[in-house]
Every structure is written in C-alpha cells, then in structure tokens.
C-alpha cells in the first residue's frame, strides 16, 4: 500500500511529521510505502542520510515545494499553489499513485482538494468528517464535523451508512445504534432539514436508528453513531476539546489551591485519563466517501498521532470500506436529492 | 415587584419549587410577591398552614388545575391547556398582574407561552435564551440556547444587543467582548446566514465584536458574549452538561481505581468545584426579547436554583434592562428582516 504524506501540514510540521512516519515503519507490511510529500531538500535534511538509505525501500520523496497556510482560504489557495503538499498529494490519489493521503495541514483545503481530485464514492453526493470520541460508555462515531455546513437531508442518510460503516468495521461495533443530533428527544423536535434527514434514516429497515439525540447524550452511553451537519459537528468537536482543556485547569488550580501533595498525586491519574481517552489514539479524523483513503490530522499533532493515522489508513484501505459503502448505497431504497 | 412561579413546573415539581419560593422569601423586598401558580389544593397542603399564614403577606395562590409535562408539544399543549401553570402565569404577566414569570417545566411551551401572550420589545423580532457558562476565565453569556432555531441574520444582530445588556448590567461586564459561533476565525468561515449576521453585528460601531469564535474559545477567555442560532447554543448547552458529568465519572472511576483514599481526598475539591462553576448559580435562563421578564430553568431544578431564579428575575427587573434594549434599537443604524 501507497501512502502520502503532507511533510509540511500541521503546527509541528515537518520534524513531527516525519518523525511519526518513521515510528510506524516498524508496523507496516513488506511493499508498503510512505510517499513523504514537500519540498525534497527539507525532508532529506529532516530525515537525514542514515535514515533515508536504512528505509530506501519504504520512504519515498516527492517533491511539492509549495506549503499552504493554515488560514488560506481552501479553493485560492488550491487553485494558486498547485505544486503545494496538498494539491500534489492528492493528485497522486487521484491518479492512482497513493492508495490514502495523510495532512495535518489546512483542513479545508485537504477536504477541497480530495472532492476536486479524487471525486466521490458513487451514490455519495458529499463526503463527510468522521470523528471518534473517546468516552466512558465506549467510542462514539460522530459525522460530519466540518466537510459540509449546509446539508440537505440526503447528506445526513449518507452520512449514517458511512458512519455505521466506520463504527462496524473499524471499531468493532455490530449493528451501530445511530443518534440524530437535534434539541430534544422528542420525533417534533428540530429544524426542517433535521426533521426531514430523520424521516430518510428511519425509512431505512437495516439502519439500527435509536431517534433524535441531545449533546449530552454523546457522553452517555447511548449511541455508537451521532449524525449532524459540519457546522454542528464542528463546534462539538472544538468545544469538547475546550470543555476538557478548561476542566483540567480548573482541577489543577482547585487541587493546588487544596495541597500540592495532593495535585500531585492526581497527575499520574489524569496523565492515564489523557492517554485513554485520547482522540490522537484514533489517529484523527476519516474523510469519508472520496474514492479513497484521506485521514486528517488535527493541526496540532505530534508524531505519535501521525503514527495511529498511517495505521487507521491501512486499517480504512484493507478493510475495503469504500466498496462496502458503494455496495450499500446502490441497493437503498432511500433516495433524496443533493440540490 | 409580583412574580409568578409555576409550583408544578420540573422534575422535582411541587416541592423543590416550593421550598425554593419560601427559601427566597427572607431577601425579598417589602411589598414583593410571589404568585404560586398551579392546582390550590396541592399548593396548600405542601406548604402547609403554618407556612402560609406566616407569609400570608408574600405568597399568593393562582389556580392553575392543569399541568403540561415535560415532553408535551408547546404550541398544542398551549392550545388544550388553557388552565395550565403557564398558560396561566403568562396571562397574568401578559395582564400586567407580574412583573416577572419562573419555570423549570417545558421550555417550549414556556418560551411560546410568553412570546404568544407577552409580545415583543419594540424592535425586537424574536426572543433568545440566555445562559451563562461559568468559566475558568470569567462568566460567558451565550445566546440563544434554544428559543429560535431557524435563525435570520437581524436574529443574531438582536441576540448580540441583547446578551451585551445582560453581560453589561447583570454580571458587570463593561464593554463585553462580542464572538459569533463558527467553525474558524476567518472571515470566510460560516454558513450564508452566520456570514450576513457577521456583517450586521460588524456595522454596529458600538458593539465590541471580535469576530469569529470556535467551540473551543468559549472556555479561553476570549468572549463575554457568545452568539449563536437556538440549534447550535442547545447543542452546546446539553453537551457541557453531559461533558462534565461524564468527566468526572471518569475521574472518579481513574481514582478509585488509584487509591481510594485518594479518591476520597478528591471528593471535597470537586463538590467545591461544582459549586463555583455551577450554573444554578446563575438561576437559569432568561428568555431575553419579551416584554417582562421570564426565567427558564432547568427540568432538574432544585430549591436553590428556584431562590436563584427569584433573585435573578428581581434584578434583570429592578435594572430595566428591557427599557434599555428598546432604547439601544430605536436608535442603531443596523436593519435587517426576519421575513
């Protein structure tokens, strides 16, 4: 298997970067290669001579001398910069070079371009972001989080089957109970695309559809699947990630403020906690319904995060999740319209 | 002032409400009541005739024989239930018999009860709730939570002028520092109507925008005012209830799992930190955009939140905030429709 990866994306870019792809050659398979995409002089002199000739066999680089911020806007910056990581990395999907793409750069221009280059799965009429939360009653499988902010109620029902898809095959779960995110439980609850989006999931026999969920319910144990638009997914994600930070601090202060010897003791306990329920364990979040393999990486990851995503990548691709999911939607009987 | 408390609204409905009301009485003002709506004969016997004749000067009974549950649709329950504890406060705050109205039962059907029976502000199209999130950095004041949930950008321009009064007056906040809830801080970011409403709120010289703000920026310090549609803020407001409760399973779990005196050495830091970051604190929610004053709080509501809410409401009144919002439209610049 084929994989790129954007050397230049993310706040710890390229050292982080590289230095995660290097930890996970030990786990990849004979014939597995790491296509290191960015400006060559730099990742050779990041890798070095000793590492380049020990992993001649797997490290590949292409060179892509061009970066994209992470505040550019995602269509400029693609259409200007077409040698940058990004719009060389997915061309090589695009044109069967790179069986996945890895970026922990400039979300949007890496979902931008993936749509552009690598088209969709077909009967997918919009990819989606799928995230894992880490939570105590289990991993939650929550989509979209940020492709599409102005979804139609066809979006959602594709969203469900990816999602399901993700929860089934790469965490484990048979038959994922699948939550619509509104604000209540109640059927009346909700928007009219949200009303709409759950008439087309509950129309859907072999979809395991418990109703509407709230926020709170994503940390109660009560599904395995949580569907909602970008705009939505979006702020539950960063607002979970604000929300822990903020507690944390909270705890430190109030436990300081109580004795020393006690915070310290808590740190051991917490560092577990950090590291169980680590989103970065998951590698970070899947683009799903492109022809092909897209991990995103969050902006600020460290090597072992790009290490889980090279990992998810293989697991995502030899799984043959993709066909599963074409297999699916073309015997649906649920139909709707993307315009 | 009169306030009108609806004794069957809520989980723990009549007697957290009750003892709320009585537990409220000795800050009360000369002169103030509080109007105890719902089904006389059960109000009577809760209390009890000791009570009652020892504050025959502060409580007065409303009959209200009909209650609408929790999960009842608002407008219908509204509709059937003419004698209900809400319909039946709001009328009398509708018929200037109440300054101020209080319930901790269905949200929905109080938030149409007042919009249907109290109208508007002058200059206001649609009523928001208001909340504050206490945080490691200082109270923030998101609007709305949940009233409106198909939002027009005048929508957000009002929300924006109306939570600053309330983080301005209520929580002492001068100049509060405005953010509008996306999914990343340039400009570019948002849906259509987050995008107009960002234009709006930008032509307010007065206003202290800040621009964009992500789910994370809410527990950073970076906002006094949050302002979002009704879908997002419920989201918002229901995930933070289920995210702190779950934390802190985990947490126990983790430490348990450490020490058990340890554990037990955590326990008061957290009640302690429960306490501080409690947002019953607060007494609830406002339903900010009527005319009169309207105080949501939560299904679970205990005795405390009930006094709290008491006193809130007495504040928000006593300041004349709504005066003060219908000063500050007549004469901005800003226009916009809610067609």
Redesign the interface.
């Known amino acids: 298997m084929r994989i790129a990866i954007d050397a230049m994306g993310g706040d710890f870019a390229p050292d982080e970067i590289l230095n995660g792809a290097i930890e996970s050659i030990p786990q990849l398979d004979k014939g597995d290669t790491l296509l290191l995409v960015g400006p060559s002089e730099t990742i050779q002199s990041k890798i070095g001579s000793k590492n380049l000739s020990k992993y001649a066999n797997v490290l590949k680089i292409v060179e892509a001398p061009e970066v994209i911020g992470m ?1 550019e ?1 995602p269509i400029d910056a693609l259409r200007k910069k077409r040698n940058s990581s990004i719009s060389v990395m997915t061309k090589l999907a695009a044109d069967g070079e790179a069986d996945a793409v890895i970026s922990a750069g400039n979300t ?1 221009a890496c979902v931008a371009g993936c749509q552009l280059r690598m088209r969709n799965i077909e009967g997918v009429n919009r990819p989606g972001i799928a995230v894992v939360f880490p ?2 009653e289990g991993p939650v499988t929550m989509c979209d989080v ?1 492709a599409n ?2 979804c139609k109620p066809i979006n959602f029902y594709e969203y469900t089957v990816m999602a399901c898809m993700y929860s089934k095959y790469l965490l484990g779960i048979e038959n994922p109970r699948v939550g619509l ?6 059927e ?1 609850k ?3 695309i ?1 009303k709409k989006a759950r008439e087309l999931i509950k129309s859907d026999p072999k979809i395991n559809f418990i109703g509407n969920i ?7 144990g009560k599904c395995d699947v949580a569907i ?1 638009d ?3 997914g ?14 944390f ?3 430190k ?3 300081m403020k ?1 004795s020393l010897l ?1 915070a310290m ?2 740190k ?2 917490m560092m ?2 950090y590291q169980k ?1 680590d989103y970065n364990e998951y590698g970070g979040a899947l683009l799903i319904g492109v022809n092909g393999t897209c991990v995103i990486c969050h902006g600020s990851s460290k090597s072992k995060t790009i290490k889980n995503a090279i990992m998810a990548s293989r697991k995502f691709h030899n799984l043959g999740i993709n066909e599963k999911i074409k297999e699916y939607l073309a015997t649906t009987g649920v139909k709707g319209t993307d315009e």
């Open positions: 505040d806007s949007g939570t105590f940020g902010i102005s995110m509104s604000i209540g439980e109640e009346a909700g928007n009219e949200v709230e926020g709170r319910d994503i940390f109660k909602c970008g705009f939505v979006n702020v539950v994600l960063k607002l979970t990630e604000g929300l822990v930070d903020g507690l601090k909270v705890i202060h109030e436990l109580e006690l003791k808590f051991p306990v577990r906690m329920y």
